[in-house]
């Protein structure tokens, strides 16, 4: 139902914008948010926004990262600017619902020279 895009390789400084679109209507959205995984570390909360519009960052992407959404609750979106090497992982999207939640599939964000 959540299909992510937008992911791909970036210099180190440089801007990604991720999308996570909804396939059909989803009810009762408590919490929209990103998470990310590298390679041998475990999933985290990068940023997330609640249906009353607070937002939620980790430390380390805090300034650099935008999380927002259409008024549709249709798409999401992640502002990714001075991206790190740090920063690079599986990006997965995911939506909390009254009962339950909805997971994207990933894209993969990879900053390297």
């Known amino acids: 139902q959540l299909q992510a895009s937008g992911g791909g390789l970036v210099q180190p400084g440089g801007s990604l914008r991720l999308s996570c679109a909804a396939s059909?209507?989803?009810?009762?959205?408590?919490?929209m948010g990103w998470y990310r995984q590298a390679p041998g570390k475990q999933r985290e909360l990068v940023a997330a926004?609640?249906?009353?519009?607070?937002?939620n960052y980790a430390d380390s992407v805090k300034g650099r990262f935008t999380i927002s959404r259409d008024n549709a609750f249709k798409t999401m979106y992640l502002q990714m600017n001075s991206l790190k090497p740090e920063d690079t992982a599986v990006y997965y999207c995911n939506y909390v619902v009254l009962g339950g939640a909805y997971w994207g599939q990933g894209t993969l964000v990879t900053v390297s020279s």
């Open positions: 059909g209507r989803i009810f009762s959205i408590n919490t």
């Open positions: 926004l609640t249906r009353g519009g607070s937002t």
